[in-house]
């Protein structure tokens, strides 16, 4: 099932994508016509995840009955499938994202001093901006902004710190249970599902603060930052999240395209290292990180004022949004 949170009355309901993800059934209202009674879970898709597979099920008996109405997509404004999740780790999955990456941020810092080649000479000596050892021996992950999630064609305001403003194709999956300590063999179990995500970054404020080796701060925590959606794809319609071709573009334009079975790390891998000694709880995300070729910074290309940028995930659909600086 592909699960949506939508705006009405600026309040969010929950809702199921139908007909092609061209229509929604909002589902509280549905379960009222056809049940006669409310239910509670229908109250948003985090309660719906917080209520587990009865939850699920009820919602694929709502949605098929026959009296069940409909909206149209684009009557309604999306909000991300979970509006302010519980918790976010952005992690990073993708060997080929950061090989290219850190050749990028090592050619921007060293245009900005004044002698560039031997500024390069040097980074390559020192090994600085490389891709750490760290990565292949655990996976690497960060506590993202929960409170600067935006939707589907919502807009990205640019931060007024940055000239350089980037996008980051991903996608994630939510945790369905609570648990801690799972082994890697049961982890599959608890993926509730995915979504598309956009780690937009400030890629200059980004590169001069990495070498702080605390990880990424203002270059990435910012209002309107972290984009999500259009939809939740439950685990049960998406069995396979490995074989996944995934593509940005801008403007309509293709800047790149890679696939989920480039990961060096799986999500398996992230549920058993991030819950040794720590408890998961149902509705956190986890990101995967950017998929090789999948941002500008990779191309050393950049985005502009009103520039629409879309990402595409196989199975999961498009997210798309605007990027406005602030005037």
Known sequence: MKLVTYERDGAPRAGAFVDGDRRIVDLAEAHQRAFGEAYAPFASVQAMIEAGDAAL???YETVGKPDAT?????????????PVPVQMRDCLCFETHLKQSFAAARRIRADA??????????????????VPKTFYEQPIYYKANRFSVIGNDHDV???????????ELEFGFYVRKKGVDIARDAARD???GYTIFNDFSARDAQTQEMGGQLGPAKGKDFDTGNAMGPCLVTADELKDPYGLTMVCR???EEWGRGSTSSMYWKFEDLIAYVSRSETLYPGEFFGSGTVGNGCGLEHMKFLKHGDVVELEVEGIGTLRNRVLTRQ
């Open 57 to 59: 099920d009820r919602a």
């Open 113 to 130: 001093t004044p002698d560039p080649e031997a500024a390069m000479r040097e980074f390559e000596r020192t090994g600085t901006l490389s």
């Open 190 to 192: 608890y993926i509730y």
């Open 70 to 82: 409909t909206l149209a997509r684009d009557s309604v404004r999306l909000l991300a499938p979970v």
């Open 157 to 167: 305001l640019w931060p007024s710190y940055s000239h350089l403003m980037d996008f």
């Open 250 to 252: 801008v403007n309509g």
